[in-house]
C-alpha cells in the first residue's frame, strides 16, 4: 500500500527520497477565471476578511451609540428602539446584511487558520515573539469568544429569552417597548454584566489588531502610516470597551436605575 | 564561555528528529555562533560521532544561507543580522541555548539544521524577474526614475532570500520574501511591463508551495536581517488586487 505523499520510487528503492511535491499547481490557478482565482489565494482571502471586518467595526460603533443614549434617559433610548423597529423590511434587510458579513468574516478566517496550522507541521521547541503582539496572534480565539457572546446577547436583549423578568416588562408612557429598563433590569444581575465586560475586552483584543491590520490587508499603508494606525487603532478599540462597559457599571453603581417597577 | 545546547539532530527528511544536548566549553566571547558550532562539530568527529549539519556560506552577512532558529528567534536574538552575524558574548555565560531549523512546511528538511528552501527559488522561477535583456549599465538619465521609486526599489531588492520571515511568522507566511521580489520590480520602469502576470503568478506559486496567510503580525520585518519593511506586504495586497481587475478587464 502507498501512503500519502509516497512515490511508487520510494517503495521499490527505499534509500531514494523525492521532495513533497507542491499541493497544487501554480498554473492552474491562471487558467480559471482571475477573480474566483483572488478569492482562492491567500490574499484575496484577506481581503474579504479586511473588508468585512470594516463594516463590522462599523456596526460596533453605530450600535454603541445608539446604545449610549440610555445616558439620556428613557425617552430617547425607547423613540430610537421604536425608529429602528419601524424600519420594517429595511430593518430584516439590514439584519441580513450583517449576518452574511459575520459569516463571511468567520468562513474565510477559519479556512485562512486552517491554512496556516498546515503551514508549519512541525511546531517549534522554543518560539519567542519579537515584534508579534498578543492580540494579534489571538485573533481566532478572541473571535470565538465574541461570536459565542453575540449569540448570548441576541437571546438575552434581541429575542429576550435568557431573563424571564423581561416578559414582565410593560410598555412606557408612550405605549413603546421599555428598552431602558430591560436594559437596566439586565444588567443588574452581576453575572451578566461581567460576562458582557469580558466579552467587551476580548473584542476589544481583537479590534485593537483588526482596526488597523484591515488598512495593511487592502494595500492601503505604507512605512510610515503602520506605527500611526497601529497606535490609533489600540485608542479606538479602548473607546469602545469604555463606551461599552460604562452601560453595565452605570447600572451596577445604581447610576442608572429602572424606569418602572416589576 | 561555556553554554548547554539543545540542538535539533534529525537524520533525514522523513526520520524522527529529536533535540540533543550538547555543551559547548571554553568558547572564547568573540566567536561567533557558526563558529562556535564548528568547534562543537570539530570535538565531535574527534570522539567518532556524527557532526551537526548546518547551512553557511559567506558569513559576513549577506548571502542569505545561515538559516538557524536560535532560542526561538529566525537568525538568533540580535536583529537585524544573519545568524552568522551573531557572537557568543550576545550570550550569558552557562546559558541554555536552543537551536532549532527554520520551520515551515515548504522548507523540506534535509538533515538536522538544514532545510531546502527551493520553494523561495520557485517563487522568483514564477516570475521575479525581467523577460527582455536590460544589456550593460545604461546611460543612467535614459530611463527617468523618481529618487524616491529608486530608494524604496533599493530597499526592496536588499532582500537576501534567507527565508527568517517565513520561518518567525506565525503562520509560515513567506509575504515579506514575495512582496520584496514583486515590488522591487514593480517600482521601477524595467519591471511595469510584466507587472500584471508577474504578482498573479508569484502570488499564486507563493501559496501552491504551502505557506501559510499573512494576519499581519509584522514579525517578519522584526526578524528580517535585511531589515525589509512589512509595508511591502501592503503593497503586494495592492499589486494583487490591481493585477487581478487588470486581468479581469482584459487590460
Given at each position: 500500500?502507498l501512503g500519502?505523499g509516497?512515490?511508487?520510487?520510494?517503495?521499490?528503492?527505499?534509500?531514494?527520497?523525492?521532495p513533497?511535491?507542491?499541493?497544487?499547481?501554480?498554473?492552474?490557478?491562471?487558467?480559471v477565471a482571475?477573480?474566483?482565482a483572488?478569492y482562492?489565494?491567500?490574499?484575496g482571502k484577506?481581503?474579504?476578511?479586511?473588508v468585512?471586518?470594516?463594516?463590522?467595526?462599523?456596526f460596533?460603533v453605530?450600535?454603541?451609540?445608539?446604545?449610549l443614549?440610555i445616558?439620556?434617559?428613557?425617552?430617547?433610548?425607547?423613540?430610537y428602539?421604536?425608529?429602528l423597529r419601524?424600519?420594517g423590511?429595511?430593518?430584516?434587510?439590514i439584519?441580513?446584511?450583517?449576518?452574511?458579513t459575520?459569516?463571511?468574516?468567520i468562513y474565510f478566517?477559519?479556512r485562512?487558520?486552517?491554512?496556516?496550522?498546515?503551514a508549519r507541521?512541525t511546531a517549534?521547541a522554543?518560539?519567542?515573539?519579537v515584534?508579534a503582539t498578543?492580540?494579534?496572534?489571538?485573533?481566532?480565539?478572541?473571535?470565538l469568544i465574541?461570536?459565542?457572546?453575540?449569540?448570548?446577547?441576541?437571546?438575552?436583549?434581541?429575542?429576550?429569552?435568557?431573563?424571564?423578568?423581561?416578559a414582565l416588562?410593560k410598555a412606557d408612557?408612550?405605549?413603546?417597548?421599555?428598552v431602558?429598563?430591560?436594559?437596566?433590569?439586565?444588567?443588574?444581575?452581576a453575572?451578566?454584566?461581567?460576562f458582557y465586560?469580558?466579552a467587551?475586552?476580548?473584542?476589544?483584543?481583537?479590534?485593537?489588531?483588526?482596526?488597523?491590520s484591515?488598512?495593511?490587508s487592502?494595500g492601503?499603508?505604507?512605512?510610515?502610516m503602520?506605527?500611526?494606525?497601529?497606535?490609533?487603532?489600540?485608542?479606538f478599540?479602548?473607546l469602545?470597551f469604555?463606551?461599552?462597559?460604562?452601560?453595565?457599571?452605570a447600572?451596577l453603581?445604581?447610576?442608572?436605575?429602572?424606569?418602572?417597577?416589576? | 564561555?561555556n553554554?548547554k545546547?539543545?540542538v535539533?539532530?534529525?537524520e533525514?527528511?522523513e526520520?524522527?528528529g529529536r533535540?540533543?544536548?550538547?555543551y559547548?566549553?571554553d568558547?572564547?566571547?568573540?566567536?561567533s555562533?557558526l563558529?562556535?558550532l564548528?568547534?562543537?562539530?570539530?570535538?565531535l568527529?574527534?570522539?567518532g560521532?556524527?557532526?551537526?549539519?548546518?547551512?553557511?556560506?559567506c558569513r559576513?552577512g549577506?548571502?542569505?544561507?545561515?538559516?538557524?532558529?536560535i532560542n526561538g528567534?529566525?537568525h538568533?536574538?540580535?536583529h537585524?543580522?544573519?545568524a552568522?552575524?551573531?557572537?557568543?558574548?550576545?550570550?550569558k555565560?552557562?546559558?541554555?541555548i536552543?537551536?532549532?531549523?527554520?520551520r515551515?512546511?515548504p522548507?523540506?528538511?534535509?538533515?538536522?539544521?538544514?532545510v531546502?528552501r527551493?520553494?523561495?527559488d520557485?517563487i522568483?522561477?514564477?516570475?521575479g524577474?525581467?523577460?527582455?535583456?536590460?544589456?550593460?549599465?545604461p546611460?543612467?538619465n535614459?530611463?527617468?526614475v523618481p529618487?524616491h521609486?529608486?530608494?524604496?526599489?533599493m530597499e526592496?531588492?536588499?532582500?537576501i532570500?534567507c527565508?527568517?520571515c517565513?520561518?518567525?511568522?506565525?503562520?509560515a507566511s513567506a509575504?515579506?520574501?514575495?512582496s520584496?521580489?514583486?515590488s522591487?520590480?514593480?517600482?521601477?520602469p524595467?519591471?511595469?511591463?510584466?507587472?500584471?502576470?508577474r504578482?498573479l503568478?508569484?502570488?499564486g506559486?507563493?501559496d501552491?508551495e504551502g505557506?501559510?496567510?499573512?494576519?499581519?503580525t509584522?514579525?517578519c520585518?522584526a526578524v528580517?536581517p535585511?531589515?525589509?519593511?512589512?509595508?511591502?506586504?501592503?503593497k503586494?495586497n495592492?499589486?494583487y488586487a490591481?493585477?487581478t481587475l487588470?486581468?479581469?478587464s482584459g487590460?
Amino acid at each position: 500500500m502507498l501512503g500519502i505523499g509516497q512515490s511508487r520510487l520510494t517503495v521499490l528503492n527505499p534509500t531514494f527520497s523525492l521532495p513533497p511535491r507542491p499541493t497544487q499547481p501554480a498554473d492552474r490557478i491562471l487558467i480559471v477565471a482571475p477573480l474566483s482565482a483572488f478569492y482562492r489565494s491567500s490574499i484575496g482571502k484577506k481581503f474579504v476578511v479586511a473588508v468585512t471586518g470594516v463594516i463590522l467595526i462599523g456596526f460596533v460603533v453605530g450600535h454603541l451609540l445608539g446604545n449610549l443614549q440610555i445616558f439620556f434617559g428613557p425617552e430617547y433610548i425607547n423613540s430610537y428602539a421604536e425608529k429602528l423597529r419601524s424600519l420594517g423590511v429595511l430593518l430584516w434587510v439590514i439584519r441580513a446584511f450583517l449576518l452574511v458579513t459575520v459569516v463571511l468574516h468567520i468562513y474565510f478566517t477559519i479556512r485562512l487558520a486552517i491554512d496556516n496550522r498546515r503551514a508549519r507541521p512541525t511546531a517549534y521547541a522554543k518560539k519567542d515573539h519579537v515584534k508579534a503582539t498578543f492580540a494579534s496572534r489571538s485573533m481566532t480565539l478572541s473571535g470565538l469568544i465574541v461570536l459565542a457572546f453575540i449569540v448570548y446577547h441576541l437571546a438575552h436583549f434581541t429575542v429576550r429569552v435568557a431573563d424571564p423578568r423581561f416578559a414582565l416588562l410593560k410598555a412606557d408612557p408612550l405605549n413603546r417597548y421599555d428598552v431602558y429598563s430591560m436594559m437596566v433590569y439586565g444588567f443588574q444581575n452581576a453575572l451578566v454584566s461581567a460576562f458582557y465586560v469580558i466579552a467587551m475586552f476580548l473584542l476589544t483584543l481583537h479590534l485593537s489588531h483588526g482596526a488597523s491590520s484591515f488598512f495593511q490587508s487592502l494595500g492601503l499603508n505604507d512605512k510610515k502610516m503602520t506605527p500611526r494606525l497601529a497606535r490609533g487603532a489600540r485608542v479606538f478599540a479602548w473607546l469602545i470597551f469604555a463606551g461599552y462597559t460604562s452601560i453595565p457599571v452605570a447600572v451596577l453603581l445604581g447610576l442608572v436605575r429602572p424606569a418602572q417597577q416589576l | 564561555m561555556n553554554f548547554k545546547l539543545r540542538v535539533w539532530r534529525q537524520e533525514a527528511s522523513e526520520a524522527k528528529g529529536r533535540l540533543v544536548n550538547y555543551y559547548a566549553t571554553d568558547v572564547s566571547p568573540h566567536t561567533s555562533f557558526l563558529e562556535m558550532l564548528d568547534i562543537v562539530n570539530e570535538r565531535l568527529v574527534e570522539k567518532g560521532e556524527d557532526p551537526i549539519a548546518f547551512e553557511s556560506d559567506c558569513r559576513e552577512g549577506i548571502c542569505g544561507t545561515c538559516s538557524l532558529t536560535i532560542n526561538g528567534e529566525a537568525h538568533g536574538p540580535d536583529h537585524p543580522g544573519a545568524a552568522c552575524q551573531l557572537y557568543m558574548r550576545r550570550f550569558k555565560d552557562g546559558a541554555t541555548i536552543t537551536v532549532e531549523p527554520f520551520r515551515a512546511r515548504p522548507f523540506r528538511l534535509v538533515r538536522d539544521l538544514v532545510v531546502s528552501r527551493s520553494a523561495l527559488d520557485r517563487i522568483v522561477q514564477a516570475g521575479g524577474f525581467v523577460s527582455a535583456r536590460s544589456g550593460s549599465a545604461p546611460e543612467a538619465n535614459s530611463i527617468p526614475v523618481p529618487k524616491h521609486d529608486a530608494d524604496l526599489a533599493m530597499e526592496a531588492a536588499a532582500c537576501i532570500g534567507c527565508g527568517a520571515c517565513a520561518a518567525a511568522c506565525p503562520n509560515a507566511s513567506a509575504m515579506l520574501f514575495t512582496s520584496a521580489k514583486v515590488s522591487h520590480l514593480a517600482l521601477l520602469p524595467q519591471g511595469n511591463a510584466e507587472r500584471t502576470a508577474r504578482v498573479l503568478r508569484m502570488v499564486g506559486q507563493m501559496d501552491a508551495e504551502g505557506f501559510g496567510n499573512c494576519t499581519n503580525t509584522y514579525e517578519c520585518e522584526a526578524v528580517c536581517p535585511a531589515e525589509i519593511s512589512a509595508s511591502f506586504i501592503a503593497k503586494l495586497n495592492r499589486e494583487y488586487a490591481l493585477a487581478t481587475l487588470r486581468k479581469k478587464s482584459g487590460m
